[in-house]
């Protein structure tokens, strides 16, 4: 059987074959069967998600698609079923941060932070063996967000993250556990109280 070659118009052409077979286009689905496809991909386009948007597929629309097909497999959430997502996401590298998983994955927030369950998500992640407060500190990429420039949206987030988590936002106890996030929002909101209000309470739902 003589070798398959690739080219960019290979790699395209099998991305929408596989699209209208109705395949899980998601890279770690792929991955799973179809490596020397993945590999070329990235070879020609830079990125599984390049490749598959050449292929003229959306690729947000796909993964939007896929997470909810797979939230309806999952069917009633237990405790179980929760740590299961959480190790899930965390092997995918998503930002584990409750502020974004609140956004980008709502059912499983809900089920997490409900009384029947955890109570909150710092307590889902540690349930799932993840550090929270290490978790703070990173950047979704796992670099230490000291390198990151504290514009007023981060520090925002971040208050919103410790809220979300169930942490208390008592200034007294932030200056224990996140002094740096303390004294750089009394810095550029004025006080740790105007910060909270700010984070909580936005002009838009007022």
Do not use: C
Not at 23 to 31: E, I, K, P, T, Y
Not at 40 to 61: K, L, N, Q
Not at 119 to 129: D, P, Q, S, V
């Amino acid at each position: 059987m003589p070798k398959r070659v690739w080219s960019p118009e290979r790699v395209t052409e099998e991305i929408r074959e596989l699209s209208r077979q109705g395949v899980d286009l998601r890279h770690g689905a792929v991955q799973q069967e179809q490596k020397r496809l993945v590999s070329a991909a990235i070879r020609y386009f830079g990125s599984w998600r390049a490749a598959v948007e050449a292929a003229g597929v959306d690729y947000d629309s796909l993964r939007k698609t896929s997470e909810e097909q797979r939230l309806q497999k999952i069917g009633k959430w237990s405790h179980e079923r929760i740590l299961e997502e959480i190790r899930e996401l965390q092997s995918r590298g998503e930002d584990l941060r409750a502020v974004m998983v609140k956004n980008k994955f709502p059912s499983l927030f809900s089920a997490a932070v409900s009384p029947r369950y955890f109570g909150n998500w710092r307590k889902a992640l540690e349930a799932a063996g993840i550090d929270y407060d290490s978790l703070l500190q990173k950047s979704p990429r796992g670099r230490p967000r000291r390198t990151e420039v504290w514009h007023t949206g981060l520090i925002l987030d971040m208050i919103r993250s410790l809220k979300d988590a169930g942490e208390s936002l008592d200034a007294d106890q932030i200056s224990l556990r996140h002094p740096r996030l303390l004294r750089l929002a009394t810095s550029r909101l004025g006080s740790w109280h105007a910060a909270v209000d700010m984070a909580l309470n936005p002009p838009s739902s007022r």
